[in-house]
């Protein structure tokens, strides 16, 4: 693992959760020169394309397993080409979703606990150059975020898609994959002012 003199701090959490207007917050409190805002998937120009592929509703006929490997590659490309570079040059990365995302949609939610020895693979061969200092989860119970996200009346997704059971499933694969790496918890049934102040707080212990 290479140690980089900038922080890389990643907000996970299911639909719905106010990851975005979190986001959006910290966007404000934050110096941009400092902190390098980016997401997944996408990130880079080639994460992007990948994402559309990825999002695309019409793409019904995606096995999970290029699913699998296509959260992958973006995540290869974004690490090498923009997050690394960042890290290196001190700046600190702040990430919408990274490879717990992975962890509970394909391989939890998807039912592909199988999977699992596959994943640490990759991430040995292609991801663990980089360490995450935190993650921060915002904790909800999923048939309320889905409530919100209809509420929104956005554009569905292929997983905004998905049923309330693989919502589930994907809130126990992080509670489960969170254990193994530095996070906090925050608890997003609260209202949205007081989840976004606790964002803050936890990212300014970490900066
Ligand atoms: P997005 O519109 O960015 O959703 P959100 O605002 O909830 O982050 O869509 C990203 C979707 O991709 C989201 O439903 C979660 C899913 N996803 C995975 O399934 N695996 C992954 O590794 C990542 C990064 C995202």
Redesign the pocket.
Known sequence: MIHTKGKFIVLE?????G??TCLEFLKENLSPKKNLFT????GTKIGERI?EI??DSKNTMMSVET?LLL?TA??VQHLHEKILPALNRGQNIIC????L??I???IY?RKRENYLDIFNKLEMLFIKQVKVDLYIFLDLEPSEGLKRVTGRGDGH????AEKLDFHKRVRNGYLQALKKYPHKIIDASQPIEVVKNEVLKCVKVIL
Do not use: M, V
């Open positions: 959490g299911g639909e719905g959760s990851k975005g997401r997944e998937p996408g994402r990825l999002l699913e959260f973006g995540r919408d979703r990274f490879n995302s992975t509970a949609y394909q939610a997704n292929r997983f905004d």
